[in-house]
């Protein structure tokens, strides 16, 4: 008597293409087969057209892998600055359309940043030494982000350290501007584009067409993106200045330090600032300043942009050269 054995196969995910049932049911129906006859137990054992259809034997079955989607949320208020490296997809080529919000990018590569597409690239002979024999080449990066409705009201900001070379960039499929230099960085204003309690999508196009370096320059966003959320009265962007002025003449006694803030005002309506600035001790807590600078209290037009008058401080060192404040911490209100 010819014994027959079932078994199931498995997708490439591990996923089982007949159910525990179907198997079972198979089993049973060769074991009564066998009692009755030799003939048809052969027959399912070798299978023939009489074998049963199941789903893995049909045109219509789906096995390929779903795709993951991150999504960043953006609801805390009480963080200025936060990373903006995570979860972007890449594109090596160009991509008509890419720009726009509903773009299919599901195909496209995730990555985190700082990203360089030439390194991955093919040696090539017909490229210059300086670029290492790397192609350059356009590169196109989108990101995913929801902002939460708690950021209505605020001012959005996304700062660029470097991208190499000639970014454009586009939010919800509004072109923001572009930056042709590779090495400096660069910022744009989110807040007219935003939409508050959906989901949102910023776009970068990289063109980096060689020769263009010295040196090896990579290609892509090379550097760190963050993205700023203030209140519509805050420090302007690089708006803190620190100087000692007579350093090398006081650098063996008390040492003047000038602290200075711009403040912005992005408003509807012009507005009464007192800027509180605190100078903190090299190594010492947050939470106890050493330097008290009195507020400064001035009018901010709508729009405007106004720096405060230097405060100034003389601090003798405990002993040895001057050591430089930590922490600079300045607080419109």
């Known amino acids: 008597m010819t014994v027959g054995t079932c078994s199931a196969k498995r997708t490439r995910g591990g996923r089982w293409y007949t159910s525990l049932g179907i198997r079972r049911a198979l089993c049973a129906l060769a074991t009564g087969a066998m009692i009755l006859s030799a003939t048809p137990v052969a027959a399912i054992a070798e299978g023939t057209a009489d074998t049963p259809e199941v789903r893995s034997q049909s045109s219509m079955q789906m096995s390929s892998v779903p795709e993951v989607v991150y999504v960043n949320n953006i609801s805390d208020t009480g963080i200025r600055t936060q990373s903006f490296n995570d979860n972007w997809k890449f594109y090596l080529g160009d991509a008509s359309g890419a720009e726009a919000q509903a773009f299919d990018d599901s195909t496209w590569e995730y990555v985190t940043l700082p ?18 024999y790397k192609p350059g080449g356009v590169g196109w990066y989108r990101k995913s982000f929801y902002v939460d409705q708690a950021l209505a009201g605020k001012q959005v900001r996304i700062d660029f350290d470097g991208v190499y070379m000639d970014a454009t960039v586009w939010i919800n499929g509004t072109q923001l501007g572009n ?24 776009t970068v196009k990289v063109n980096h067409q060689t020769p263009s370096s010295r040196w090896y320059s990579g290609s892509g966003i090379g550097r760190n993106v963050d993205l700023v959320v203030t209140g519509k009265v805050a420090v302007a962007k690089d708006g803190v200045r620190v100087t000692s002025p007579d350093l090398q003449a006081q650098s063996s006694g008390a040492v003047t330090t000038k602290l200075s803030s711009t403040v912005s005002n992005s408003g509807d309506a012009d507005v009464a600032v007192s800027l509180t600035q605190t100078v903190f001790p090299k190594g010492g807590s947050l939470s106890r300043p050493s330097v008290p600078l009195p507020p400064s209290r001035k009018r901010l037009l709508q729009g405007r942009q106004r720096p405060s008058s230097p405060s100034s401080k003389q601090q003798t060192p405990a002993s040895g050269p001057p050591s430089p404040p930590t922490s600079i911490r300045c607080e419109p209100r």
Request: hydrophobic share 25%; no cysteine; charged share 20%.
């Open 115 to 132: 990203h360089d597409y030439s390194i991955d690239q093919d040696y090539s002979p017909s490229m210059e030494a300086e670029s290492a």
């Open 179 to 202: 930056h042709p230099y590779g090495y400096t960085p660069f910022s744009f204003d989110l807040t007219p584009y935003l939409k508050a309690g959906e989901e949102n999508v910023i």
